[in-house]
């Protein structure tokens, strides 16, 4: 391989990172792949805050991929790992149908875990540990912690899709016919809404302590709605047991953005800085 062009990131020195792929085996018995970064003096000695990141949906392969905004993290010695869910592409179609449809839960126990292995392998320390994912990636934080609250430290879901059964029951939505094909169609199929109905985070959120939450939407995102996280959030402030003032459940819409956030480099740099100092002030690695 001939290099004909590399970014120049001022101050990085890809010398200070490593970068490995672990292989997690499911409760089904399904290897599912991890990739993670450390700092290089960073070792498996079970005191190390982590974020575990994934996406899991549409057989988007969530490829590992350079983040200036992720060293700050890094440098502070969190462990970022992707979790290449089922639901994605990275393994094939086959890894694809296996978290879809009434299979879509795979995605979710995938996640779990992976985050388990993690903290039995320790990489993690059981108490500093981060969960983080976007829209569909969203509907798969809520799922997560919904399942196993006491895993997680800190959760930031991002425009996350987690009123999903009432999205979906609704075909007057510009989404909702397509996306049929992705979580099934509850209208026609009572086993597609069950399933539906059993995952999803809204629905089931439970009476137990759960972590810090930070959901972040957009007032004006035309595919997940500011309605869902706003529901959500509230449910988890009316059920949840948890003692605010350590755990808050934090809600942020910003007023202009779209799905995607901020499109402004440096409003999108600002959106990042605030996201990251959530976290790592509740892992304690914000130092």
């Known amino acids: 391989m001939t290099l004909l062009q590399q970014r120049e990131v001022p101050g990085y020195d890809p010398s200070r990172y490593r970068e490995e792929r672990l292989w997690v085996e499911a409760r089904d018995g399904a290897k599912v792949p991890v990739s993670l970064v450390r700092r290089a003096d960073v070792r498996p000695d079970g005191g190390n805050p982590v974020l575990v990141s994934g996406y899991g949906a549409y057989e988007i392969s969530n490829d590992p991929y350079f ?16 979790a290449h869910v089922r639901g994605g592409g990275e393994l094939g ?23 388990r292995a993690l903290v039995e392998q320790k990489w993690a320390a059981p108490d500093r540990v981060a969960a983080e994912g976007g829209s569909a990636g969203g509907l798969l934080m809520g799922a997560a912690v919904n399942e196993a609250p006491e ?20 075909p007057d939505l510009p989404l909702t016919v397509g996306e049929w094909e992705e979580w099934g169609n509850p209208l026609e199929d009572p086993e597609v809404y069950a399933v539906m109905k059993a995952y999803t985070p809204y629905e089931n959120v439970r009476a137990v302590d759960y972590p810090t939450i930070l959901a972040t939407t957009s007032l004006h995102d035309t595919r997940v709605f500011v309605a869902e996280p706003a529901k959500w959030v509230q449910a988890l402030r009316d059920t949840v047991t948890s003692d605010f003032a350590e755990r808050p459940v934090l809600f942020k819409v910003e007023m202009g953005g779209g799905h995607g956030g901020h499109s402004g480099r440096y409003d999108s740099w600002r959106q990042h800085a605030f996201e990251n100092a959530v976290i790592l002030d509740a892992l304690g690695a914000a130092e």
Do not use: E
Not at 67 to 82: C, K, Q
Not at 152 to 166: G, I, K, Q, S
């Open 151 to 170: 895993l997680y430290r800190v959760v930031h879901a991002a425009v996350p899709f987690v009123d999903a059964l009432t999205t979906i029951l609704n």
């Open 93 to 115: 179609r086959a890894w694809y149908d296996q978290g879809k449809l009434l299979a879509k839960p795979n995605t979710f126990t995938d996640f779990v875990d992976v985050t």
């Open 67 to 82: 983040s200036a905004a992720r060293l700050s993290l890094l440098d502070r010695g969190v462990v970022y790992a992707v």
